[in-house]
Nanobody
Framework: EMQLVESGGGWVEVGGSLRLSCSAS????????MSWVRQGPGKRREGVAV??????TYADSVKGRFTVSRDNAENTLALQMDSLKLEDTAMYYC???????????????????????WGQGTQVTVSS
């Protein structure tokens, strides 16, 4: 069974940066489609970034500011967040799926609704 643990969340001022990490066990991140999903207060769940074997997809709201990456040697997924805005405040979740075929665009638009494995989340709070 794939297990995911997020870390790196915290408080940051507008314009600052944070780097989130997702540590995986029970499976290799190189063999899974991996994603970051978030849910802010009073908002619906939304996909932030999805990385598959051959594509990387970002939500329009984070393009140019966030970068997702895999470190296969350490079996982790990272999300580098720069130029943070108030609207980035949310609980951020790591999700994985071993046989993903819906495509990155669908995963982003659906908030990773069909991903099979999820972490418990890490809170990111952006304030002025």
């Amino acid at each position: 069974e794939m297990q995911l643990v997020e870390s790196g969340g915290g408080w940051v001022e507008v314009g600052g940066s944070l780097r989130l990490s997702c540590s995986a066990s029970g499976g290799s991140v190189s063999d899974y489609a991996m994603s970051w999903v978030r849910q802010g207060p009073g908002k619906r769940r939304e996909g932030v970034a999805v990385i598959t074997s051959d594509t990387t997809t970002y939500a329009d709201s984070v393009k140019g500011r966030f970068t997702v990456s895999r470190d296969n040697a350490e079996n982790t997924l990272a999300l580098q967040m720069d130029s943070l805005k108030l609207e980035d405040t949310a609980m951020y979740y790591c999700a994985a799926d071993p046989y993903y075929s819906s495509g990155g665009a669908f995963a982003v638009s659906s908030g990773g609704s069909d991903f099979g494995y999820w972490g418990q989340g890490t809170q990111v709070t952006v304030s002025s």
